[in-house]
């Protein structure tokens, strides 16, 4: 379980320094034997090693992919996590396998290069988890076999270029992603050495678009499943004498885990990734394709998508680049990516690109950033918002900063500030209070606040494509943004009636957009409004109920699955007072406030002299409606119409606290 007491893994470099077994040879530990393993150690952590976490669906080609990176690693150092050595099965020709007998490492000679070849062999280390998955509570076997590998570049004497990690196909990244910062926020000795450092996701090209419409739940497909007997393994699984797939489930029929939507799951797989790689299209057609391709960058505008077959991608599109000490000591810092990234951090970015698409499109200007490359990263500022990326005046989602910025408007765009720990957060690795990543989630936590200090940067393609693609296939997002709350059941039997028309369109097999595109005016009639519905594919945000304060909830919705729950409080419930100094600027630009440095100047004392007038006219705060809607030929007239419908005005009392 996240969060409970774990053991240091680094502890081993220790215990091992001396030339122990351990699962390592001493002709293994030699070399390096003569090492201080602090001043390893404090190496180490001024140049953590970069780790790459593969997710995807269940035969994506996850293992396909890891094999052609390390046979084409080209003289790099990498170590590997995964579940089955075996399946990995890489040509040992082009791998210099290092490690030890006996041990979970693998253990054989150095392969013979064979003459032709042109490039230095790949050195390896490959650890092999005995069970569990690393996102669930076997994370901390992950965290321990990440320790046996880095405990083994110290006794070899050479840090890793990279250390790669396959995770199982119902893996999901959010957790594992959660992980590493828990594990770095309670001070794992293993973290000073290694840093998360990418997200790829595997998608299958020639199945993504039909396991979109899934109404299957991971529970009713038992082979996702560790049944407990041994037979949960998929594809590859072996002889069924244990499980075999990388980073085999753990979650059983019965676990909540297993109630989990295979869209929601496959969804937040593509979410969760800076990089995309997009497989098996000698499967598809050229149209299909592009269709999955619009679909992926639609749910994840930043990524940067990587066609493959058989995983045949160069290595630089996949592991991050430049990571060797003398590179890190010439480069700037590096933007953060996904890996550093929360949920509330990811929703602001869609939030921020939805906008922004939006807005070129009525502008008549590029629909994508101008992003070019995979080493080029999207900066946002502490509140999430896309670095040069602001919004005139007036336009959903500018941000008012200056002293002259004295104009009434509501920052739609803003994502708001609160964590929550859906995700099974763990309590034993919160931060306290007023730290960065600090997740309020009991009674007695009085407020929650924003991950402000997540500089939330996905690193994007050239885009330019997809844009025309999207138009094709008719796919589109927009931002619903109000700053009037919902009434409770209203909004619920529109979400009813959402998910129920998803659930009817995905077991009649007919995708977002089989139907006619509806017409504005559809909203008339409830067989027009199914349409409406029918044609969203996901939808997800902040929302603010009448009667429920000072509570915020999300929204969540992929295809068939929906998910309407309590996230955390708004900021304006919350005294100023206990406001984080640091984040007070943040937390401002989500308020729908008139000047933010007005408000900043009376936070900062000169409220006495000015009557308060710039705090008092931030009326509701943050509270807010912020949703964004993607789908195929979505009506967004419709849309905001029906959920128009269910507001209600702003409750007596309702201001800051
Ligand atoms: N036609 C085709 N088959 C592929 C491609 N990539 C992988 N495969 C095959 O798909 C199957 C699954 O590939 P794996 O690499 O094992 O997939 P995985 O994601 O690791 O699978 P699990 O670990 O079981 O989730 C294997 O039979 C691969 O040979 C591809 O691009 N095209």
Redesign the pocket.
């Known amino acids: 379980v996240h969060g409970t007491a774990r053991p240091s893994a680094f502890a081993r470099v220790r215990a091992l320094s001396g030339g122990a077994g351990g699962g390592i040879s001493a002709s293994a530990a030699a070399p390096s034997a003569a090492l201080d393993p602090e001043k390893w150690l404090a190496r180490q952590r001024d140049f953590p090693v970069p780790v790459t976490i593969i997710s995807?669906?269940?035969?994506?080609?996850?293992?396909?992919?890891l094999k052609h990176v390390l046979e084409n690693g080209d003289g790099c150092r990498v170590g590997v996590l995964v579940n089955d050595v075996a399946?990995v099965n890489i040509d040992a020709k082009l791998v210099a396998q290092r490690g030890a007998a006996g041990g979970p490492a693998t253990a054989t000679a150095a392969g013979a290069l064979p003459a032709t070849a042109a490039r230095t062999p790949l050195e390896m280390d490959m650890v092999q988890l005995q069970n569990g998955c690393i996102c669930c509570s076997a994370g901390d076997e992950m965290f321990g076999a990440l320790g046996e590998l880095i405990s083994l570049s110290y006794m070899k004497g050479a840090r890793y270029d990279h250390v790669v990690v396959?995770a199982?196909?119902v893996a999901e990244p959010r957790l594992v992603r959660d992980a590493f910062q828990e594990a770095d926020a309670a001070g794992y000795q293993v973290m000073q050495a290694v840093r998360l450092a990418r997200m790829v996701t595997?998608v299958d090209a020639s199945t993504f678009a039909e396991q979109l419409n899934s109404i299957q739940k991971l529970r009713d497909r038992p082979e996702l499943l560790d049944d407990g007997g041994g037979g949960a393994a998929?594809?590859?699984a072996g002889d069924g004498a244990a499980p075999l797939?990388?980073f085999a489930p753990v979650a059983s029929p019965a676990d909540p885990a297993a109630n989990r939507a295979i869209v929601d799951l496959l969804v937040e797989q593509v979410e969760t990734a800076d990089v995309v790689v997009l497989?098996?299209?000698?499967?598809v057609s050229a149209q299909q394709a592009a269709l999955v391709r619009s679909l992926v960058l639609e749910l994840n505008g930043y990524a940067h998508v990587v066609d493959?077959?058989?995983?045949r991608v160069a290595l630089e599109e996949v592991l991050p680049a430049g990571y060797s000490i003398a590179e890190v000591q010439a480069r700037a810092p590096q933007p953060e990516t996904v890996a550093q990234s929360n949920e509330v951090m990811d929703h602001k970015a869609a939030i921020d690109l939805a906008l922004q698409k939006h807005r070129s499109a009525t502008d008549g200007g590029s629909a994508e950033p101008a992003h070019t490359s995979v080493g080029h990263a999207h900066e946002h500022d502490v509140a999430g918002t896309a670095a040069g990326a602001e919004p005139a005046h007036g336009e959903p989602g500018h941000v008012c900063a200056g002293s002259d910025c004295g104009h009434e408007h509501a920052h739609a765009s803003h994502g708001h500030a609160h964590e929550h720990d859906a995700a099974g957060t763990a309590a034993g690795a919160n931060p306290a209070h007023g730290e960065p990543g600090h997740v309020c989630a009991g009674s007695d936590c009085g407020h929650e606040h924003a991950h402000a200090s997540h500089g939330h940067a996905h690193e994007h393609d050239a885009g330019g494509g997809e844009t025309t693609a999207s138009a094709r296939f008719g796919i589109k997002s927009f931002v619903y943004a109000r700053r009037r709350p919902f009434e409770r059941a209203r909004l619920t039997a529109l979400f009813d009636e959402l998910t129920r028309v998803q659930r009817e369109e995905a077991a009649a097999g007919r995708m977002p957009n089989a139907r006619e595109t509806p017409s504005a005016s559809a909203d008339a009639d409830a067989g027009g409004r199914s349409a409406v519905w029918a044609a969203v594919l996901r939808s997800k945000g902040f929302v603010w109920l009448a009667d429920a304060e000072p509570s915020a909830h999300y929204w969540s919705h992929a295809r068939v699955h929906g998910e309407l729950g309590e996230l955390g409080q708004w900021w304006a419930a919350v005294p100023r007072d206990t406001w984080p100094r640091e984040f007070v600027e943040s937390i401002l630009t989500d308020f729908d406030a008139p000047s933010k440095a007005a408000v900043l100047r009376e936070l900062d004392g000169e409220g006495a002299r000015s009557g308060g007038a710039a705090l008092e006219r931030v009326g509701v705060g943050d509270r807010r409606q912020e949703l964004v809607f993607i789908g195929v030929g979505l009506d967004e007239a419709a849309i905001s119409a029906a959920l128009d419908e269910c507001l209600v005005d702003v409750p007596a009392g309702i201001g800051l606290a």
């Open positions: 995807g669906f269940l035969g994506a080609g996850k293992t396909t992919l399946a396959e199982s196909g595997v998929g594809a590859g797939a990388p497989n098996k299209l000698d499967c493959a077959t058989y995983g």
